[in-house]
């Protein structure tokens, strides 16, 4: 689960994290308002959507202005003016695609004064198994870029989670960037803040980019992007009240209403699968027969009938599913379980586009009768491969 800067900014304050005085705005008229409770002479307004690269991005409505999704004023009225050309506007970046997002909150705070701009980052390392640092002096970009050009300018350090956190992480991590006197000090205290909210709130991700020293010679976090373990929600009913629904994909929302793991893809044949692993080897085997899978859903090993009728419900809300291809292994699921929810979702919805349906394991026989004598126009598949190689016939005729 993602949340918008301005919330992560609050977090880091709570924390005792150094972060500028800001406002949240979602009505335009109380942009001036929020505007002027800060002391200025630099107002930044911030668009707030879950993607980065909001300063390079540009607005698909000309009235919204060409100056990106962070603008800095010099008054009270410029702030409240930026703020208003962009709130419903979309916003396009590098990681919202072509689409965009609707930008539905905008955040205005105060201007820092800046000497240098860095990157930071916690995350949970796979290969490691340990939560990691990742810090660069080159700030203000975007890190993959760093990393493909300059990767000597990226460095990682591994906490120990036997030990945590340890102020010589925090040394390490200063002398990576370049700090000096007072400021080594200022940032073995941050990174000790920063870990311990990181695992206080069970977060995957917590980037700052850029944490700056400012004209004064401080360190302060000057950006904020926050991740957190879905699965580890339930935990924190603080972080659960700040998800915001309008930022999440539609089908990916409802699937999870109905605990389905989906993920929408760009691709034109939709997948309905049991297991994360099959799931992996169906969208492969699809790309390996010349399409792409149009989603990653995987209805879990005790799926009923009704989560399995949402399931292909959702999947046929996607304008861009072209096919769909079912791929069950029944283990612990049964294969006419699978069935019956297949063929209750295409009465209920109907069938437009080629179905290929490939059972196997528990019930099997049950389950192919099921669909047989169900009258729909369904494709039996005997295998993987052969349920891959026609579902993508039968797209690309």
């Known amino acids: 689960m993602n949340i918008h800067e301005y919330q992560a900014k609050a977090l880091l304050r709570s924390y005792g994290a150094p972060v500028s005085d800001g406002r949240a705005v979602l009505k335009a008229e109380d942009a001036k308002t929020a ?144 700090l000096k006197g007072p ?69 990916e929302l409802a699937a999870s209403k109905y605990d389905l793991n989906y993920i929408a893809l760009d691709g034109e044949i939709g997948c309905m699968v049991n297991g994360a692993g099959l799931a992996m080897a169906t969208m492969d085997i699809i790309k390996l027969y010349g399409a792409e899978p149009a989603n990653f859903l995987d209805v879990g090993g005790g799926a009923t009938k009704e989560k399995v009728t949402e399931a292909f419900k959702i999947i046929t809300s996607d304008p861009q599913v072209k096919g769909i291809l079912v791929n069950i292994f029944g283990g612990i699921m049964r294969c006419d379980v699978i069935a019956e929810g297949v063929i209750a979702a295409v009465k209920e919805v109907g069938l437009k586009v080629p179905l290929v349906v490939r059972l196997e394991g528990t019930n099997v026989e049950k389950g192919k009768e099921i669909i047989r004598n169900s009258g729909l126009d369904v494709i039996a598949a005997d295998d993987l491969k052969d349920g891959a190689e026609k579902i993508v016939k039968a797209v690309k005729g």
């Open 183 to 251: 400021q080594v000090k200022q940032c073995v205290a941050l990174m000790g803040t920063l870990y311990k909210l990181f695992t206080d709130k069970d977060m995957e991700m917590l980037e700052i980019n850029p944490l700056i020293v400012t004209d004064a010679g401080d360190l302060k976090c000057l950006d904020a992007k926050m991740g957190f373990d879905g699965n580890a929600i339930y935990r924190h009913a603080d972080i659960a009240s700040l998800r915001d629904e309008t930022e999440e994909d539609p089908k």
């Open 35 to 178: 505007a002027g409770q800060m002391d200025g002479p630099l107002w930044v307004v911030k668009a707030q959507i879950h993607a980065g690269g909001r300063g390079k991005g540009h607005f698909k409505e000309a009235d919204a202005g060409d100056k990106g999704g962070v603008r800095l004023t010099k008054s009270v009225e410029e702030a409240a003016q930026e703020a208003k050309k962009m709130l419903g506007r979309t916003l396009v970046t590098k990681q919202t695609g072509p689409a965009g997002k609707q930008v539905n909150r905008i955040y205005i705070e105060d201007g820092s004064g800046i000497e240098t701009e860095m990157y930071l980052a916690i995350l949970v390392d796979r290969q490691t198994s340990r939560i990691s640092f990742v810090a660069s002096t080159e700030g203000g970009m975007d890190i993959e870029e760093v990393a493909e050009k300059t990767p000597d300018l990226i460095h990682t350090f591994d906490v120990d989670p036997a030990t945590g956190y340890q102020p010589f992480h925090g040394r390490g991590i200063a002398f990576a960037l370049g």
